[in-house]
């Protein structure tokens, strides 16, 4: 099956600056990758996801690369902000290629200090 | 409003009690799935469904079961719990086919197995 690794487990960056949390996966067939966000005590939701159509994609100071070849993905985060803090995780779509068999990384714990 | 309903949010149950996590969504989606968080682990697939009567073992399907005779409910059943399952249980759901923008999570059931 899919397995998914994510680095780092933490990271802390002075606001303003750039965050970068990265991913691989193992499963060449999957082609769906969405990072989520969660906040202390509250749901993961979802930020951002690309396709393997597509190399990258922004959204406003959030972007997210994909390396098909090497397997890898990426999130980038910009001018960050005191309420980026909370946990990311990225994930990556099984053998249908859907969302219905996500595999998640373990997770970023992203603190922003002022 | 769209969203994803569980309940209980906590729980606190004594082993091999058995249980039931309700899970049910207004989107009318087709996909369905639980997962459990864990310090350091994650998110980890239990089961998901990609319609009704259609369900399949995600990464860590022991020790549940699910059911999925009507498309918006999707309840999670343990069975006989036993104190390993102590965790945050995750219900969500996603729309179909290569268009699908994720899961969409519930507000997540805090089960203590004592």
């Known amino acids: 099956g899919e397995n998914v690794e994510q680095h780092p487990s933490t990271l802390s960056v002075q606001e303003g600056d750039s965050a970068v949390i990265k991913c691989t996966y193992s499963?060449?067939?999957?082609?769906?990758f969405p990072w989520y966000k969660q906040e202390l005590g509250k749901r993961p939701q979802l930020i951002i996801d690309?396709?393997?159509?597509?190399g990258e994609k922004k959204d406003q100071r959030i972007a997210v690369t994909l390396n098909k070849t090497a397997k890898h993905f990426s999130l980038h985060i910009t001018e960050t902000q005191p309420e980026d803090s909370a946990v990311y995780f990225c994930a990556a779509s099984g053998q249908t290629g859907t969302a219905s068999k996500l595999t998640f990384g373990t997770g970023t714990r992203l603190q922003v200090t002022l | 409003e769209a969203q994803v309903t569980q309940n209980p949010r906590y729980l606190i149950t004594v082993t091999g009690k058995k249980l039931t996590v309700t899970c049910s969504q207004n989107m009318n989606h087709e996909y369905m799935s639980w997962y459990r968080q864990d310090p350091g682990l994650g998110l980890r697939q239990i089961y998901y469904s990609m319609n009704v009567e259609v369900t399949d073992k995600g990464d860590v399907p022991e020790g549940y079961k699910v059911s999925r005779k009507e498309k918006r409910n999707f309840p999670l059943i343990l069975e006989s719990p036993s104190p390993n399952q102590t965790s945050l249980y995750f219900c969500a759901s996603s729309s179909t086919g290569q268009g699908a923008n994720g899961y969409t999570f519930g507000s997540g059931t805090r089960l203590t197995v004592v």
């Open positions: 690309i396709r393997s159509n597509v």
């Open positions: 499963d060449s067939a999957s082609n769906y």
